[in-house]
Nanobody
Framework: QLVESGGGSVQFGDSLRLSCAVS????????MGWFRQAPGKEREFAAA????????SYGDSVKGRFTISKDNTKNTLYLQMNSLKPEDTAVYFC?????????????????WGQGTQVTVSS
């Protein structure tokens, strides 16, 4: 089970940190990722991390502003979001896959959280 938290309403340029609590299996055995879906748009890849946290990948729209990390001792995935823009407004989903290698396609993920809303106003 994946449970996201940390979403909210912020201003342009603000920061937020999303968390995803993992239960049911150790997060150290799973590559994980963050995806987002804006109103009226398809879900898109934001960031991914391999099982041990040593390798990451980012979507072009968030590269340089967002940082994905995981604390396997706490079974928690994070997404630090800095310099937020109105176009970052979306529901953010945490996802996990059975494999240890990170992937950027949502079809490669097996488990999904319910999502947390992030709204950025100008």
């Amino acid at each position: 089970q994946l449970v996201e938290s940390g979403g909210g309403s912020v201003q342009f340029g603000d920061s937020l940190r999303l968390s995803c609590a993992v239960s049911g299996r150790p997060s150290s055995t799973a590559a994980m990722g963050w995806f987002r879906q804006a109103p009226g748009k398809e879900r898109e890849f934001a960031a991914a991390i391999n099982a041990n946290g040593g390798s990451t990948s980012y979507g072009d729209s968030v590269k340089g502003r967002f940082t994905i990390s995981k604390d396997n001792t706490k079974n928690t995935l994070y997404l630090q979001m800095n310099s937020l823009k109105p176009e970052d407004t979306a529901v953010y989903f945490c996802a996990a896959r059975r494999g240890v290698v990170l992937r950027t396609a949502e079809d490669d993920y097996d488990y999904w959280g319910q999502g947390t809303q992030v709204t950025v106003s100008s």
